[in-house]
């Protein structure tokens, strides 16, 4: 039962209170696991384009896309304190000593603090840091040479220097470039102006963002909009969202109880970024691509981006085509035997949706019935890189509810690695996604399907955190790209390890790729 207090602060917050029961009672079920059949390789699951192919592909988008509005939706929420964690570490820790020194500058590893200083004017962000010492009297190069390093990271980092580590990722100086230093927000500028102009000469983008750092990215737009449309021929139009407070999850303790803070009211914490598919149900687009912030490279590394996002979006509008092709025939009711079979061939070979055991024994009109029903759908296609350890969720054929196996992008944490069948499968995956989507989100007659019908809200995620020094669990709603994309038509297209180059520490901006 809750109080009158409570049910208002559940109205406030816009979240239904069967929803709160709801995520209550996954707290003590907890999540099951996904049966995962096989992990999806190149032999089976994921589709490996020639040279040509590729050409061919970003051709037919090109052609394709002049009719249609397309949109680049980039997740921009994360803030840059992250980056900055070592930095901060140091700054905690460091006294000056010589012992001291030695202790932190023994380590010469490229994510060491004695490369971050080694290098430093490698950064982009390397002239503004100089300029904000030079208006104070004082000389950078002064205080690296004796050894100031606080005081330099102090600049970097704090409110009354450049402020980097209370800044959003997307508003850091990532990139030097002829022009001047970039941002990851305008490198995506320039991105979508390559591969996202429409019939209009128009480039959509759309940004998700913190509530509190919304401003500066408006004020970014003002201040740099104007030289790229005039760089690239051409008009954005760019919109911004906010993570929804409806989409926040209960916290309980480790009773599952409600979480009180200590003014009696109830903790909630933000949902993850599953929570984003309600943003992007909002817009109006017929090709979405999504990538993540900080995933961006100089322009020198541009052109391989171009042609693969090409690449995906070719091969999602023609797998499109034929879909929309086979709904219109089916509800024209003009599908005979052989006709059925071509169609049932296609779902299973070409989107990979394996029917449940006795399908072959059903009627025209059931397998007709089940087959409108896979096919009416979002459909997305996802790049997957070759596996180098770096973390992210993985391509495999999983079996669903239904009865069906289909692809399905999974994160370790889905499987059950205490069984040793689900962990071997696991260890066989040999590709990873990147974050590196490009989605159909309009039906077979022109209407946006409505995106949250097409979740799996069982693939949720519980964490266990502490607040005011007292244990809790949080909840995590099925992640963008895996349980709140679970029920869409999916294909696995490879792309190579250059298109996937994030920024994860400030020294992975040192890498090549970046400089």
Not at 150 to 163: T, Y
Request: net charge negative; aromatic share 12%; with cysteine.
């Amino acid at each position: 039962m809750f109080s009158e207090k409570e049910l208002d602060q559940f109205t406030e917050q816009g979240i239904e209170i069967s929803v709160i029961k709801s995520q209550i009672e996954n707290f003590r079920k907890g999540f099951p696991f996904l049966n995962a059949v096989k992990a999806a390789t190149l032999e089976d699951g994921i589709i490996a384009l020639s040279e040509g192919d590729i050409i061919e592909k970003g051709e037919l988008y090109d052609q394709l896309s002049e009719e249609l509005e397309v949109l680049k939706f980039v997740p921009a929420s994360g803030a840059a304190s992250r980056m900055f964690k070592a930095l901060f570490a140091f700054v905690d820790s460091y006294s000056g000593s010589e012992e001291d020194y030695e202790k932190h500058f023994s380590d010469k590893g490229a994510n060491s603090i004695f490369t971050f200083f080694k290098r430093l004017d490698d950064f982009a962000f390397y002239n503004d840091l100089k300029k904000y010492f030079e208006d104070k009297g004082e000389s950078l190069e002064q205080l690296h040479l004796h050894k100031e390093f606080v005081k330099i990271l102090e600049a970097l980092l704090n409110e009354d220097g450049l402020n980097y580590g209370g800044l959003p990722k997307g508003l850091l100086k990532f990139h030097k470039h002829g022009d001047g230093p970039r941002t990851p927000f305008e490198e995506h500028l320039v991105e979508g102006a390559n591969y996202c102009k429409d019939f209009k000469g128009r480039v959509n983008l759309h940004f998700t963002v913190s509530p509190e750092h919304e401003r500066k990215f408006i004020e970014k737009v003002k201040e740099v909009v104007s030289a790229y449309e005039k760089a690239f021929s051409t008009n954005f139009d760019i919109s911004f969202s906010q993570q929804k407070n409806s989409t926040d999850t209960i916290a309980v303790d480790m009773e599952n109880s409600p979480f009180k803070e200590e003014d009696g009211s109830i903790l909630f914490r933000p949902g993850g970024h599953g929570a984003l598919i309600e943003n992007l149900n909002e817009l109006d687009a017929d090709v979405i691509f999504i990538k993540n912030i900080d995933n961006v490279v100089p322009d020198r590394l541009k052109d391989t981006t171009y042609l693969y996002k090409k690449a995906l979006g070719g091969v999602l509008l023609k797998y499109q085509q034929k879909t929309f092709e086979y709904l219109k025939l089916i509800e024209a009711k003009k599908v005979d035997s052989s006709k059925l079979s071509e169609i049932i061939s296609f779902v299973e070979k070409k989107l990979c949706i394996l029917p449940p055991e006795g399908f072959s024994n059903k009627s025209d009109k059931v397998k007709s019935d089940y087959l409108k029903s896979k096919l009416n759908r979002p459909i997305r296609v996802c790049g997957m890189v070759k596996n180098e350890g770096e973390p992210g969720g993985g391509p495999f054929w999983v079996e669903n509810s239904d009865g069906t196996t289909s692809l399905q992008i999974v994160e370790s944490a889905q499987l059950d690695m205490d069984d040793e069948a689900q962990k071997a499968i696991a260890m066989g995956a040999t590709h990873f996604n990147p974050v590196d989507l490009v989605c159909g989100v309009k039906d077979y007659k022109g209407d946006k399907f409505d995106l949250l019908k097409f979740r799996d809200t069982t693939t949720g995620f519980i964490s266990y955190k502490s607040k005011n020094g007292k244990e809790l669990k949080a909840q995590e709603l099925p992640g963008l790209w895996n349980g709140a994309m679970a029920f869409w038509n999916t294909i696995f297209l490879e792309v190579p390890i250059i298109t996937f180059n994030p920024v994860k520490t400030v020294n992975d901006l040192l890498r090549d790729e970046h400089q």
